[in-house]
């Protein structure tokens, strides 16, 4: 009988083994697995958006906003993936059942995070959904930025917009910070400036039971708001560019000739930024990309064009400095020279005879081929490049275009062919292979305007005042006193060939350009528009301390003396308009 | 009425290290029905403290009389068993989908925890009139079976209780046993049980619950159903696995309070202490129990009589059977059967009949030196 106890004591030892085996397989050798489980079953992590940085323009006025936007996800763990729990929910979402699995199933999220199940939903819907909460435990309702574009198609190629991270960006480790579900800026200032708008997202870790409710708030990593970006533009005078290349394609860039702030840099088309905001519909998108009249492109930047006659200043300037011409040279203007080949003024009678005033007023080609005989190409693109031709601005935005400048060693490089005279009188009408964009244009006229200092233009109202040039063309006083006596006759003459620029506000000075779209002289009025010239005009104001620099380009628009040198006019004096508001209203403050 | 000799014979470790337990049970308890989401803490702690406290009372009432007592009147007090039984079908209260609690008015029971001791006295009583050398033969083993298993069986199956009618074979089937059964017998009954394995198989199948049936489902395969019984073996496993070597520390478990882990405070508090004690603690509870036991079959050894012998035996093998089946449960290595932890798990009944079954115990080793009695 006692043997038969024995027996019992070691199976009761055996039996206490393979328990105490069990019990290490668990706790010690799974036990790290298991924790996980664990973990899993009651951890949550929310994320919680940084706001993003308010954008203003240059008065504090409010470009792009925030504006609550509600996502509709739900916890893998906690919902019940039964038919009929799926059902009832896809009801209540409108949206079918196997789309809510086909989410669940495919989802990449996280462990702990919840999964999207519907994006940026009515706030009425919001309100259904937590009515309803307690019958799908692990249902959330996700607060996201979304951004309102207060001025729509205003200003859409400087402020941009917002998009999800692509591909590229996804394995960037520079978003490496982002949720991959997020969106960031894809273009325009919300792109450039999108580190320090972004902010840093926060998180909220909470302990949740069986039945989703929430126990407690293990941690909170609070959210920083991005940095609020304040631009230099002047969103009145933006809107007022805007409405003056309404129904035109075309780009105006408006200047602070002392600083390079750009205050006004409309490109038309536009598009709506708002379309963006929480993912653009594909058919918005095809719409906006197949476009003929290029909508997304912004031209201030990125379209180059030959800047005709306005190229004219930097002529002047180098015939002047080089000792070419005298202010009192004069040439006799008989509507043409023969160079090889004829060379026509854009006045077939002639302008008689012109000295360099008349022939900057009055925009005689004439009298600059006369100059081009005598001046080499290389010479005249040393001018050019000092005031900013032929290479990029530096403009924060994305996408800009350099422009050309053509010298002899680029010919030689390029087409493997000596430079002839006859290209250089080309050239120095601003025709050929000379190429410029709006914002360079605008700089060039700035630096004219001031002395010679090159300032790169910029958007980001940062405080620093005491900005230093980029770049300093020498240039005599005397030169700049002829060119500036030259450009304000242009407008304020009845000569001038801007003089449809001219305002009883100010004195603004000017220069037209008009650029050949098809070679020779096409008559009449009946041209259709894609073989109109296209239309220049930079400009200044006022004569002394000019305190705006203007560039306007408009495709197809014609002679600029007619097309562009209006809008000018108007920016002007919008720009002058609201100076008096702000001036007014600082005095009754 | 106590003699000396009687006291200082009395081994204190049979009540020390179950007392031990039972209060980590408490401490265990009260962690587990915690509450967190702004709710008062329950009183299942305390009620159980006070069960405690009953249990002791009870513990040396039993001691103070000689289990001759017990093995005179057995039969008279397996027939009240019974008789307690057949009023717990007629007249029981029900809970939980079965129908096993007696209604005192001042309290309630459950008749089924005391008559497993009831079937022990009675059964080491007839064990022991048979002789040392004497082997049961076929016919002995089939009328005690019909008198001693049947009956019972029969009527707590009725309740429906599934696990005491286990233990209750469990029981049976070891103690006979170690009396000393015919080998020819036990050759004859493991074939035949594997031969009409098919059909009895087949049959009970048929005569079990739906409940019952999931629960057999889900421990040969978990993933099966994960949101029905396999959830609870599922997390029964997490809540163990997630204590590590040293657990989460007391009070910080989450998968009880949090309701992933269902039956925490009774059926599954070995997975809620595991999972704050860690694996450390666990071995050390492993231990304590197995003290218990090693005890008692050490009692049995020294028992001055055959009586003595077979009612430590009883005893210890219950003590075994909940053990075993109870943790094999949590840690997924045995099928869920609704069996409390001893002396650890929430209910009064269960633990005073612990406590009733080591008072057998005690009562036996005191008094194992017959000469000076």
């Known amino acids: ?589 | 009425m106590i003699d000396r000799r009687l006291i200082n014979s009395f081994d204190w470790s049979i009540l020390i290290v179950p007392l031990i337990l039972s209060l980590i049970g408490v401490m265990t308890i009260y962690s587990a029905t915690r509450p967190v989401l702004n709710v008062e803490q329950q009183s299942f702690f305390l009620r159980q403290f006070y069960w405690i406290i009953l249990s002791l009372i009870a513990f040396f009432v039993v001691v103070s009389v000689d289990y001759k007592q017990l093995i005179r009147f057995a039969y008279l007090i397996f027939i009240f068993g019974i008789i307690l039984l057949v009023i717990v079908l007629l007249f029981g209260r029900k809970g939980m989908g079965a129908q096993r609690w007696i209604n005192l008015g001042f309290l309630s029971f459950q008749p089924s925890e005391f008559f497993k001791l009831f079937f022990i006295i009675a059964l080491s009583r007839y064990l022991s009139g048979m002789g040392q050398e004497t082997r049961l033969g076929f016919a002995e083993l089939a009328r005690i079976t019909a008198v001693f298993v049947a009956v019972p069986a029969v009527l707590i199956l009725r309740q429906p209780d599934l696990g005491t009618t286990l233990i209750l074979l469990f029981i049976f089937t070891t103690m006979v046993l170690v009396a000393g059964i015919r080998r020819k017998i036990i050759l004859i009954t493991i074939v035949t049980m594997l031969v009409s394995l098919p059909i009895t198989g087949k049959i009970m199948w048929k005569g079990m619950k739906d409940y019952q049936k999931k629960r057999i489902i889900a421990f040969i395969d978990p993933q099966a159903d994960p949101h029905g019984i396999g959830y609870h073996i599922t997390q029964s496993k997490v809540s163990i696995g997630s204590g590590g070597f040293l657990g989460k520390g007391y009070m910080k478990g989450t998968q009880g309070p949090y309701r992933f882990l269902p039956e925490k405070h009774t059926d599954f508090i070995f997975s809620i202490f595991a999972e704050e004690r860690g694996f450390l603690g666990s071995v050390i509870l492993f231990f304590l129990y197995f003290f218990i036991i090693w005890r008692g079959f050490d009692t049995a050894k020294k028992a001055r009589d055959m009586e003595g012998c077979f009612l430590a035996l009883g005893v210890t093998f219950m003590f075994s059977f909940y053990f075993f089946i109870n943790v094999g449960m949590t840690l997924g290595i045995m099928p869920v059967v609704g069996v409390p932890l001893p002396l650890m798990s929430y209910g009064g009944t269960a633990l005073l009949s612990n406590f009733l079954a080591l008072s057998i115990l005690e009562n036996v080793r005191m008094r194992r030196f017959a000469l000076y009695y």
């Not at chain 1, 010479?379 to 050309?404: D, K, N, P």
């Open chain 1, 1 to 589: 009988m006692e043997q038969r106890i024995n027996i019992a004591v070691y199976i009761i030892i055996f039996a206490f083994g393979i328990f105490l085996f069990r019990l290490w397989d668990l706790q010690i050798i799974k036990g790290n697995e298991y924790k996980k489980i664990d973990e899993k079953n009651r951890l949550r992590v929310i994320d919680i958006p940084a706001p993003r940085g308010i954008i203003h323009d240059r008065n504090g006025k409010v470009l792009v906003k925030n504006v609550p936007s509600f996502d509709i996800s739900v916890f893998k763990e906690d919902i019940p993936r039964d038919p009929e729990t799926l059902k009832a929910l896809g009801r209540l979402l409108g949206i079918t059942h196997d789309d809510i699995r086909n989410r669940l199933e495919k989802s990449s999220v996280k462990r702990f995070k919840p999964v999207k199940l519907k994006q940026n939903v009515s706030f009425k819907q919001v309100a259904k959904v937590e009515a309803r909460k307690v019958d799908f435990p692990g249902l959330h309702v996700e607060v996201v930025g979304g951004r309102e574009y207060i001025y729509g198609h205003s200003a859409s190629h400087v402020i941009g917009y917002l998009g999800r991270l692509s591909l590229a960006q996804l394995s960037d480790p520079k978003y490496s910070d982002v949720p991959p579900e997020s969106f960031i800026g894809q273009f325009g200032a919300e792109k450039v400036f999108d580190p320090s708008l972004r902010g840093a997202g926060g998180k909220k870790i909470l302990e949740v039971d069986a039945l989703g409710s929430i126990i407690k708030v293990v941690r909170i990593q609070r959210p920083v708001k991005g940095e609020d970006a304040d631009l230099t533009i002047d969103i009145d005078l933006q809107v007022e560019a805007e409405k003056s290349l309404k129904g035109k394609a075309g780009a105006i860039v408006a200047l602070k000739p002392d600083t390079g702030e750009v205050l006004a840099l409309a490109s038309a088309p536009s598009f709506d930024p708002n379309l963006f905001v929480r993912g653009i519909k594909y058919k918005d998108w095809k719409k906006l990309v197949k476009d003929p009249s290029k909508p997304l492109l912004n031209r201030a930047i990125q379209s180059q064009y030959p800047p005709g006659s306005t190229f004219k200043i930097i002529s002047a300037i180098a015939a002047l400095e080089e000792g070419t011409v005298t202010d009192d040279t004069t040439f006799e203007c008989k509507g043409s020279i023969y160079f090889g080949r004829v060379f026509r003024c854009w006045k077939a009678a002639g302008h008689g005879s012109v000295n360099l005033h008349k022939a900057i007023r009055e925009s005689c080609d004439v009298y600059f081929y006369e100059v081009a005989k005598k001046l080499h190409v290389d010479m005249l693109a040393q001018y050019a490049f000092g005031f900013g031709l032929g290479r990029a601005t530096g403009i924060e935005l994305e996408g800009e275009v350099r422009g050309l400048v053509p010298t002899s060693g680029w010919k030689l490089d390029r087409k493997n062919e000596r430079w002839y005279t006859g290209e250089t009188l080309n050239t120095i009408i601003g025709q050929g292979y000379l190429s410029a964009t709006p914002i360079q244009m605008a700089r060039l006229m700035a630096a004219v305007v001031n002395g010679g200092m090159l300032y790169k233009p910029y958007l980001l109202k940062d405080g620093d005042v005491n900005r230093e040039a980029e770049g300093i063309v020498e240039i005599r006083p005397e030169t700049t006193e002829i060119i500036r006596k030259a450009l304000i006759a242009v407008v304020e003459e009845k000569d001038g060939t801007g003089k449809l620029a001219k305002t009883d506000m100010v004195r603004v000075g000017g220069k037209t350009g008009t650029t050949q779209v098809i070679g020779g002289v096409v008559k009449g009025d009946k041209i259709p528009d894609k073989y109109k010239d296209h239309a220049w005009f930079v400009a200044f104001a006022p004569e002394k301390a000019p305190q705006i620099a203007v560039a306007v380009f408009v495709e197809h628009g014609g002679h600029g003396s007619s097309s562009a040198a209006p809008i000018a006019k108007r920016i002007i004096e919008a720009y002058y308009r609201n100076l008096q508001k702000i001036e007014s209203v600082q005095g009754e403050g």
